[in-house]
């Protein structure tokens, strides 16, 4: 199965990552080490294959691709000897790489990103596209009815005033192409009841939100085992400094709102009481892609006894997401292909945010995922 | 359903917690935090209520409970109003918590300690006891043939000479008496082919090793995060700084031996390779009971990319430990009026180095557990 | 030299603290650790001993000192053994804690409190009586061109309007009443040039700005270390997660501000620079007085290299003030019997924000202050 | 002043690296960060320029520099860019690193090595040499009489039997070719009675021991304030991580206890008494040339209260070494220019381990360099 895998942000770090990475594991340069669906328990012949993959995307910056690695090898994200392999396969990538159309109305614009879809899809041959948003994180928007229903919507689009974030309109657009769309960012995405009306009317699955490669990911763990061991979460305190693009946007207090919150709901859920404390995210620019989240938890065991667990995780942002988009964009196809449509939920695993009343401890999500590719494996021909 | 619980080392901090907090909890004086089998998924009419608990035990030590209670409050490991509380409970313990007998033979010696427990039950008239070991750990013994064979360690018992550890002998002697056996140290214990042989042969289960309270519980989610991600974990080392009674002990290299080789099992079945790097643990008086672990871990993600993350925990030990115990006792109790025999490979949520072929990950062990209660409910008359 | 102590903030836990502690010394039932002005370097007859300490203060709340001792016991600040030894002593200061006085003009209120401190004085014959502030910190106040001048302030004060913050009316009450003044919290304090006119002209000194008692005093020893070894800090971000009184009122952010405006000095005036990052306090009501402060430092070395330093104090906010409290008095005290008037540079050593263009490497401001209380000594008759 | 810098261990991480950024140095492709004589406060003429030293040594390695240079920037210690740029004046050093000689009598290899240093010098036409060893750490050797008196060791230095350890041999050679001697590690170096009776028969001066790039640096600052806050530090625990040449070589028990000792002196000197808990070296080897330290301080303040403080301390470990390096020949080069000879104690601000009575305090020592720096500025012609 030949999959395009449509990158909204195709110039970012996350996007460059996934390419080269892509690439490399074609050309049997590294090892998939981070990609899930690689795991003996995954690995499943109803996934397309890393050489299967094709990509392309949208995005309003113009630094060329071979440019943004070479910066990313810099700072360590990618090994320098890599690239130079892989140099003129990433400069081939280049041209499929768009600028954002714009039009007088969304309407129109969302007509000019089909028209993008539908020409990558075709002059590749492809058998499908997935569209996966790694731009930059939006502001929470403000609500509006035209959200709500499908109709209204249509409607509103044809207006000149915009009514969908960018991400959504990117969603909307994809479903028109008939293309599945994945929200690794903390945006709106497809995250609306008029885009899930559009996505089961056209038969298209869906997921998101945020990718979970951090503090978040460490959350699912353990807050679950303050849980199992039924000690008492008095608080949860974390900072996250990081710098980079996705820091600098983070800087941005409307952005940082929608990030911050997306990083909260595993603690409620999973311990079935709000402890005190809040997470932060602070840009500091010198930090770069490797963020240091910082975390303690206090909690209260036995007789009231009180204890402390604190932790720093030290990662490279961009490596851990890379592998995901990978692995998101191989399932979704295949789900795609398997005639699944509306929120995949199995996806759980990935996201800070997903979907669907399903649990948020890790372990629990890894199972359904299991479960998921088994159900798509025999689902094959 | 009346339950004895008789602790081997019953005048230890990890006893001396559990009888002060069953007493508590028993009048209402205290929330049953860090109680596993209180949790919603896991309260059964099954298993005995606290109330239910009557405690008995082993000790060398003539420290009256109520002394060693007042130092562990001291300590900040017990309340110290709680105490004044339950002081009179405390002190009609004290009768029932007996000095080692010691005989000519080990032979001899086990018929002491049958005589000692079938004495507690009876007086009390309970419906039976669980014998829990929370003494002081062991060196880890020299192999003997009679270790494997039943027959064979009945006659060298009577030799002068000693064959088995302390607490294997108390297993054994657990056993002649008719009571299920559980392990919260590192010690032998119950877990020897001829003791195995015994058990099954009287009908009776037995559980341990090592309760796992601190560094390893911590391992027991991240090793699978890490595995089910699909990262390298590279390095894992951890360093232990504990004061106290069960810290003095573990100063002695061979006590320390059995106490890491048992730490490190979690990381090697999980990640499906050992990381480089090494557990220790250092006896540092002056910290006494609120260990703090600290453990620094290395990993490569997506093309190699190197990753770091440290955590510190800062626990009491003791009060980690008690409502454990009460949750074993409770566990095995049950389970032996169910008519189980042999090990009990279900308690593997609840140590370091369980017994069988079991998934270390906590989460597993987790649904395991609640099957395991589940079927006990349902084996209720 | 019989000492009176007037503490703006009586009922607080720093002043509570600080006056069991002096109680206990006194009885002899405490060494006086955390008391720089007992180090051999230090010690000097020309400093008044505990034992001539007298304690009197104003504060709005009216909850009793045994009351406030009792729950800093609870906490764990004050040892409840100790507090039982003191209990009547501490019971017999409380009618000396005043509330605060309130009239129609500052000028007025000023009176009122000069009446307090001079009856105060008289009442227990003493020598003198040095005011502390440690009351809640304020937020920053809006410039007045008042506070430039002794004069128009004089006649500002007699207007309705208030002109002054609420430690600013103190300190220029002290000065009235012959009073020399410290603040020991970030307010505005002494800090105004009308009230160094004021100060100047009564030949009484004053000190200050803000105790130094945590992630400050480890920036002073930890940034000269950095310059000496001549590293370039790139970023400096930190983290301090408090509860307690002191806490709640860090929540408001004008309050906040003026705590972490103080703490970033050392930083610039050590490195040469300012490093990226900020310093942030925040509120969780359940971390109580043990404040967790978390720093993270990115530095480059040699040929660029970068290297990383992070640090957790895990320090009793209160414990650690009110041994420099006593300190302070005591130094003062001697620098007013010695004629001295005007701003303490020497006690720089003392505080985040200290007046003048002093040195903020805590070596230094340790050889400075050593060299004051060798002048003192000499000094005396 | 044209200076000759002998390494010892001239194949080494801390030699390449020293070797490599003295060129970037003198090519103005780099910044002098790390460099404490680059300092405004220490800047001399007095002290020789990085373009006038010229590098050679001693090594059983035959791996050539570049080689170990590329590896050193595989691993991130040296920036790859810069590598190239110094490439072939990196080749031409090569030739000047021998091989270590070896003859029947230790006499008879000093004699070699002399002959060596005396080539080196004669051949450069330099004014003087200084001697620095950076070779790999040895076992602490057995006491000899021989040690303690310069006619018994020449006599002994003539038999077969080795008298002197390697290191020692290094520093008796250099001392009779005219050479200062500077000992970067805790091996015995000059720091015997004989051969400070021939430095100082020889008019030369000589410093060590140990060079503080990790945790001791932090000790040397964090113990003076808990001492000069009189709080009472009851517990410094710490573990290093390494791997790299240096780590390999710490493996071994032996060489381990060499450094560990060094690794306490500061602590007690400076609190004046031994807290508990013990430092500890772990090899690590995938963890390489970037060291990850960490320590838990826990102490009592104000009335017993118990408090911590933990740090974590993730270091270059040649980064941090070579600048050093650097420094120390220049000043030890100077002093000899001006004539000091016997033990250069004001040096300690390097060492972990200094001679004689010297303060640990970090703040002190650069007092005391400072005004070492000032003497040679004005004993200038
Ligand atoms: N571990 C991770 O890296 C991680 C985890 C979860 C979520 N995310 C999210 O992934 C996204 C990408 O992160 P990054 O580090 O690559 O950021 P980045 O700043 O490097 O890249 C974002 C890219 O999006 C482009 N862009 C901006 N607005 C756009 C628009 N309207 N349409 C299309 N492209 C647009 C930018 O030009 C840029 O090239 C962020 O939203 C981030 O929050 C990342
Ligand atoms: N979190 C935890 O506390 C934890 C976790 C896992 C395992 N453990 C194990 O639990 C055990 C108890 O820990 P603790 O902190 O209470 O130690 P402790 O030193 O306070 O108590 C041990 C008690 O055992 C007694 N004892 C010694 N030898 C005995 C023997 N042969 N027979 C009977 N009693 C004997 C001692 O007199 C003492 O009273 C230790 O082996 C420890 O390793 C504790
Ligand atoms: N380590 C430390 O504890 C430390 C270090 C530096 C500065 N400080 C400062 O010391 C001060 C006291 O801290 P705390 O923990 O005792 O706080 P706290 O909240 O326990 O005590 C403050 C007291 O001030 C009283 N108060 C409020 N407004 C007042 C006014 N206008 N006049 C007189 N009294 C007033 C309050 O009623 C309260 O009793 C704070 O400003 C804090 O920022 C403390
Ligand atoms: N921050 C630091 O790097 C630091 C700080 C203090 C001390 N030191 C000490 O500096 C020394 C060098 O550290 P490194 O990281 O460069 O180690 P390394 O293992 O990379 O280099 C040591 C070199 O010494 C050579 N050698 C071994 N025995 C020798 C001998 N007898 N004569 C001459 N050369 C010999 C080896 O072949 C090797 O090339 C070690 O002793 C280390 O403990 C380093
Ligand atoms: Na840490
Ligand atoms: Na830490």
């Known amino acids: 199965m030949s999959l395009g895998v449509w990158l909204v942000g195709g110039r970012g770090s996350v996007a460059v990552t996934s390419i080269v990475g892509a690439l490399a594991l074609r050309a049997g340069l590294a090892a998939p080490t981070g990609c899930v669906t690689e795991l003996p328990g995954l690995r499943s012949p109803a996934l397309p294959g890393f050489g299967d993959l094709v990509f392309g995307g949208h995005d309003p910056s113009t630094v060329p691709l071979t440019k943004k690695a070479e910066a990313l090898a810099a700072a360590g994200v990618l090994p320098a000897s890599l690239l130079a392999a892989v140099q003129s396969d990433l400069a081939a990538v280049d041209a499929d790489i768009r600028p954002l159309p714009e039009a007088a109305t969304q309407s129109a614009t969302a007509g000019l990103i089909v028209a993008d879809l539908v020409e990558f899809r075709e002059r590749h041959g492809l058998d499908r596209v997935v569209v996966v948003n790694v731009a930059s994180t939006e502001a929470v928007p403000d609500g509006h009815r035209a959200h709500h229903d499908l109709a209204l919507l249509e409607a509103a689009l044809r207006e000149p005033e915009p009514v969908l974030p960018s991400s959504a309109l990117h969603a909307y657009a994809a479903f028109l192409a008939g293309c599945p769309f994945i929200d690794f960012t903390p945006s709106t995405g497809a995250r609306l009841p008029a885009l899930d009306e559009l996505a089961r009317r056209q038969g298209l699955p869906y997921g998101g939100r945020d990718g979970k490669t951090g503090e978040t990911l460490l959350k699912s763990v353990l807050a679950p085992m303050f849980a199992q061991r039924n000690l008492d979460v008095r608080t949860w305190s ?56 910082w975390d303690l938890i206090t909690f ?70 299991t479960e998921f590719v088994a159900a798509l494996d025999q689902a094959q021909p």
Not at 250 to 269: C, F, H, I, M, Y
Not at 315 to 326: E, F, I, K, T
Not at 332 to 347: D, P
């Open 238 to 293: 974390g900072i996250n400094l990081l710098g980079g693009g996705d820091g600098a946007n983070l800087a941005d207090p409307a952005a940082n709102n929608a990030k911050t919150t997306s990083k909260q709901r595993v603690l409620g859920e999973t311990l079935g009481q709000e402890p005190q404390g809040t997470v932060r995210i602070e840009y500091v620019e010198d930090i770069g892609n490797f963020k240091t989240a």
């Open 300 to 369: 209260a065991g036995f007789l009231g006894t009180r204890m402390r667990l604190e932790f720093t995780w030290h990662g490279c942002d961009s490596a851990l997401a890379a592998p995901l988009v990978l692995d998101l964009a191989r399932l979704t196809g295949a789900a795609h292909a398997a005639g699944r449509s509306g929120a995949l939920t199995e996806l759980a695993f990935f996201f800070k945010d997903p979907p669907g009343d399903v649990s948020h401890s890790l372990a629990d999500q890894f199972r359904v995922l």
